[in-house]
């Protein structure tokens, strides 16, 4: 990697790539932000996200964000708070490329991330169809690479695979594991919410839901968490009768 000076203003380059960071993103950082404006969403942006997203670890939040100029050069991001402004992120390896520029860890490890991310994706389409056993299989899979972030993601779907194959206990111990991972992950509280719900630990479960409305009070609009909470609801009803 070179790096060379243009007025004050550093310029990492990529060997053999059209990849470019202006400024210099430092250890601390903890924010991603991709544009998704007309342009960069024409050149593949919303695809960056959803990687980033995938790939990231807890700590590391990764949102989009409106434009953010340069627009011949999308898509484009910038990582903050240092405002370090990345162009022609358009590829999972470009993805890879700046997570292992911004946390200065080495790029094979988040290639492995893109393929436990891959799997993980695999066994997803296998939850939509129904099949748990095959998806908890890839879902074990993906956490055998060991990846390096996204890895809360994978015992989030696992542990909703294992409850859907009515193995609440596992499915509860993967839930735990991912709320410990991402503890401001309000998905993970829900994941474990259901599986106390499952076991009908209605108080507990309660105060998982709590948790998840508290790091996201917009949830409490999704249908889905209404759903979680008449459930519950109606359960504790019958309890006190």
């Keep these: 990697m070179n790096m060379n000076m243009n007025g004050g203003l550093g310029v990492i380059r990529i060997p053999n790539s059209h ?35 995938g790939i990231a670890p807890p700590n590391i939040s990764v949102a989009s964000c409106g434009c953010l100029g340069r627009c011949g050069a999308g898509p484009n991001l910038v990582v903050l708070p240092s405002a370090t402004f990345v162009n022609h992120c358009a590829t999972a390896a470009r993805a890879a490329q700046i997570m292992a520029i911004v946390t200065g860890s080495d790029l094979g490890v988040w290639n492995n991330a ?22 908890e299989a890839m879902l074990t899979q ?26 609440t206990v596992a499915a509860l111990e993967d839930a735990i594991e ?28 309660g105060d998982s839901y709590s948790m998840a409305l508290q790091l996201d009070p917009s949830i409490r609009r999704s249908k889905s968490f209404k759903a979680r909470i008449a459930k519950l609801e109606e359960k504790l009803l019958i309890l006190d009768l």
Excluded: W
């Design 19 to 53: 990849l470019r960071i202006y400024a210099s993103a430092p250890p601390e950082t903890n924010e991603i932000r991709v544009c998704t404006s007309k342009t960069c969403r024409r050149q593949g942006s919303m695809e960056s996200l959803q990687v980033l997203s």
């Design 114 to 135: 893109l393929r436990a991310l891959s799997v993980r994706k695999k066994a997803e389409i296998y939850m939509e169809k129904g099949d748990f056993a095959t998806a």
């Design 178 to 205: 991912a709320s410990t991972l991402a503890p401001k992950d309000p998905e993970a509280y829900i994941c474990k919410g259901d599986a106390l719900m499952g076991m009908e630990q209605f108080e507990a479960a």
């Design 142 to 167: 993906a956490l055998d690479l060991n990846p390096v972030g996204g890895i809360h993601h994978i015992y989030r779907n696992r542990s909703a695979a294992r409850l859907a194959l009515n193995n």
